[in-house]
């Protein structure tokens, strides 16, 4: 494959430049938007010759409270939650 070495560096670069983030489809699309044209399974193949492989970033997800929360809670009702006598 010595025709696509151009094309590699460029598919590296572009790689490169968006963290390896950038998978196949927004790839193709940088490399037509460049003047290269190229289809998804062409730049499937060379990505997968050269081991390029887009990271999946997992969005994060808070899964506990803070201690502090029953501090931040307020009384907005009023209410007497404990009384010394019953109300009559």
Do not use: C, W
Not at 41 to 68: C, F, G, L, R, W
Request: aromatic share 10%; glycine share 4%; hydrophobic share 30%.
């Amino acid at each position: 494959m010595i025709k696509n070495i151009g094309l590699i560096v460029f598919l590296r670069k572009i790689h490169k430049e968006s963290y390896e983030i950038y998978g196949l489809q927004k790839i193709t699309e940088l490399l037509n938007k460049k003047g290269k044209k190229v289809s998804q399974k062409y730049v499937y193949s060379i990505m997968k010759e050269n081991n390029i492989k887009a990271k999946y970033i997992k969005p994060y997800i808070q899964t506990t409270v803070s201690h502090d929360f029953s501090d931040k809670l307020k009384n907005l009702l009023n209410r007497h939650y404990n009384p010394t006598k019953p109300k009559i």
